[in-house]
């Protein structure tokens, strides 16, 4: 099954905020992490990448925090989500 990336553009105090969406779940390792790390390079200043997860990708932080990203991981009831951010300098 190919899971599909998503992207949404929001309007916050007037500047427009692009999400990029990834559907991870049920994808063996490393195909989370290589389609994240994929999908940043599109990623501009501001804008996000919010991934569904099945479980925690401990091994994708070093490399995001290495690229300049910053992240949260958190827990809900549709599983597990990663919300990646370029980090402000």
Do not use: C
Request: proline residues 6%; hydrophobic residues 45%.
């Amino acid at each position: 099954m190919t899971k599909v990336a998503s992207a949404a553009a929001t309007r916050w105090h007037g500047v427009f905020v692009a999400t990029i969406e990834l559907d991870n779940r049920g994808l063996q390792p490393p195909e989370p992490m290589v389609r994240i790390l994929a999908a940043l390079k599109d990623l501009a200043d501001g804008d996000e990448l919010f991934a569904h997860m099945d479980r925690e990708p401990m091994l994708l932080y070093p490399e995001l925090e290495r690229r300049g990203f910053t992240w949260d991981f958190a827990e809900g009831a549709d599983g597990y989500s990663l919300t990646v951010r370029r980090a402000s300098e």
